[in-house]
């Protein structure tokens, strides 16, 4: 394992590296050792432009009383603090308009940092590079004073600023006028904004907003964050496909039956329905995390691992991708379980916050259909629910029946399984002859499962991983504004038919598997379960 120090040396080395991209600057002699790359790169850097990773920067957390702040963006940015992946001279800022002091925050924080215990003297540096303004959202004056706080933390000859929207999109307008007309840095140094979902309801709204982010910021300054982008296993996506022989060949029309991509929640709403009542599932999960998912298992090979090349692919994959109708899902909503314990025995109507003649989905199950020459004909199935059987999200490929089958129908069909969360792993389901005498098959698997293959790793946080993204300017696992267009082009019919016309989704029992409908619709598609296997890289069933 690395330490941090050398972590920390990558981290500096990408960030300058982007710099030297962007600016164009002339890379030094390679010289003996990498401290003394880093070192010849500042020194370029900052004779060109006047900045480098040296250079001050301020992160801004917009909403720093709530709860995405307080369980999210502080323990990301405090664990990048720790492991000194952050450039040295990084203030924190938290602004709301809940009359606090640093140490309020700091309460409200706590639980969710995770200190150890030889931290502790880190974690008090960490809060002393902390600031608290208090301010509403519609203010110019209350801009001018998070202004005046930022630019007291900077030098007069640079400074970059990084504004996290940890807000809901009521306020979005108002706030994003805010940062760009008071807030954005006047000095040589570079501004950052995160926006985090849901972007819009629709198409019309979604286009609204990126309508007035492009009024006010440049498509490099705007990261869309989209978390599941950050997960280890999304990452690792492009590599299983593009960077072995084995997998890619047969990741087509030709060797694959259906993709199916799930979402699984062990827990309902927990008294914050109210909330969720007013996106239902497919907004909360569907359109954005597994779509996002679909489009990296679906996307041709890019041209590189530049961030406009892979985006360039995961938009070609959302214009061949059909418009869904109410034809192509199946709702649910869950009911108690009677025989349960605790929460179980409470159906999403017996939330207190939500209203009691809602017929918002907390389940649903949709099939996509992509209309090019890799997957024309292949079913992409998407699944997503509170309240079921268990925590879980994977991508699962299985393949089409064994040609000329010598075994008369022995053989249950290969998948190819990338499981996202928890227990993150990939394995093949195969058959294989069972030991001994007989001739016999069983199902059996090739298995990654990481934590028996990595020892003691430790995983970054997906916000972690995207915090530290933004920090050295790579856009690769944000989302861009067409990339928006086409997904909502995709969902916004089905969803103003649900929004008119409120059907009634189907009941489901908490702690199920989900309505029995959603089962029926795989099958219909071409998917076969045959209940006989259980992954042994862990607990669950499959």
Same mark, same amino acid.
């Given at each position: 394992m690395t330490s941090g120090n050398e972590r920390a040396e990558?981290?500096?080395?990408?960030?300058?590296?982007r710099e030297v991209e962007d600016?164009?600057?002339?890379?030094?002699?390679?010289?003996?050792?990498?401290?003394? #790359?880093?070192?010849?790169?500042?020194?370029?850097?900052?004779?060109?432009?006047?900045l480098g990773v040296s250079a001050p920067h301020v992160f801004v957390i917009m909403g720093a009383s709530g709860d995405l702040a307080k369980k999210k963006i502080y323990p990301a940015i405090w664990w990048l603090f720790r492991d000194k992946l952050l450039p040295e001279n990084t203030s924190i800022v938290g602004y709301a308009r809940s009359k606090l002091e640093v140490s309020d925050i700091r309460e409200k924080c706590d639980k969710f940092m995770k200190v150890r215990s030889e931290d502790r003297e880190r974690y008090e540096q960490f809060w002393s590079v902390n600031q608290y303004v208090s301010g509403t959202y519609d203010d110019p004056a209350a801009f001018d004073a998070l202004?005046?706080?930022?630019?007291?933390?900077? #030098?007069?000859?640079?400074?970059?600023?990084?504004?996290?929207l /940890?807000?809901?999109?009521?306020?979005?307008?108002?706030?994003t006028c805010g940062i760009a007309r008071h807030c954005m840095t006047t000095n040589p140094g570079w501004s950052r904004i995160i926006v985090e979902k849901p972007f819009g309801r629709d198409a019309a709204s979604s286009a609204q907003l990126s309508?007035?982010?492009?009024?006010?910021?440049?498509?490099?300054?705007?990261?869309?964050?989209?978390?599941?982008?950050?997960?280890?296993?999304?990452?690792?996506?492009? #590599?299983?496909?593009?960077?072995?022989?084995?997998?890619?060949? #047969?990741?087509?029309?030709?060797?694959?039956?259906?993709?199916t991509i799930t979402f699984k929640e062990p827990f309902g709403t927990k008294g914050r329905g109210g909330y969720f009542d007013q996106f239902g599932i497919i907004r909360d999960v569907m359109q954005n995390h597994l779509l996002q998912i679909l489009c990296l298992v679906a996307m041709e090979k890019p041209c590189s691992t530049a961030a406009s090349d892979i985006r360039d692919e995961k938009v070609k994959v959302l214009k061949c991708t059909r418009q869904l109708g109410l034809e192509d899902v199946v709702l649910g909503q869950y009911v108690g379980d009677p025989h349960g314990d605790g929460d179980a025995r409470q159906g999403y109507l017996d939330d207190p916050t939500v209203p009691?003649?809602?017929?918002?989905?907390?389940?649903?199950? /949709?099939?996509?259909?992509?209309?090019?020459?890799r997957w024309e004909g292949v079913p992409f199935i998407l699944r997503c629910g509170k309240a079921l059987n268990e925590r879980k999200a994977e991508v699962r490929l299985q393949y089409r029946d064994v040609a000329g089958d010598i075994f008369r129908g022995q053989p249950h069909r290969n998948e190819l399984v990338i499981r996202l969360q928890p227990g993150e792993a990939v394995y093949v389901k195969m058959m294989t002859k069972r030991p001994g005498m007989t001739f016999d098959m069983e199902e059996t698997e090739l298995d990654l499962t990481y934590s028996a293959r990595y020892k003691d790793l430790k995983l970054p946080d997906a916000y972690e991983r995207l915090l530290l993204d933004v920090f050295c300017g790579a856009q690769m696992h944000f989302v861009r504004s067409d990339?928006?267009?086409? /997904?909502?082009?995709?969902?916004?019919?089905?969803?103003?038919?649900i929004d008119e016309q409120k059907p009634k989704p189907v009941p489901y029992r908490y702690g199920s598997r989900g309505p029995a409908e959603a089962d029926e619709l795989s099958r219909g598609l071409g998917f076969r379960y045959t209940g006989s296997y259980s992954w042994k890289g862990d607990d669950a069933h499959l």
């Open positions: 990558e981290v500096f080395r990408r960030m300058l590296m600016t164009g600057t002339d890379l030094p002699n390679r010289p003996d050792t990498a401290e003394s #790359t880093l070192d010849l790169l500042r020194h370029s850097l900052e004779a060109e432009r006047g202004s005046e706080a930022i630019s007291a933390l900077e #030098t007069e000859a640079t400074g970059n600023r990084l504004f996290y /940890a807000l809901p999109p009521s306020v979005f307008g108002d706030v309508a007035h982010l492009s009024s006010l910021f440049t498509e490099s300054q705007i990261y869309r964050i989209d978390h599941y982008l950050g997960k280890e296993m999304v990452q690792n996506l492009m #590599t299983l496909r593009f960077g072995n022989v084995l997998f890619e060949p #047969t990741w087509n029309r030709n060797h694959l039956a259906c993709v009691k003649d809602s017929v918002t989905p907390t389940f649903a199950a /949709a099939v996509l259909r992509i209309d090019n020459e990339e928006l267009e086409h /997904a909502w082009r995709i969902f916004t019919p089905l969803l103003h038919v």
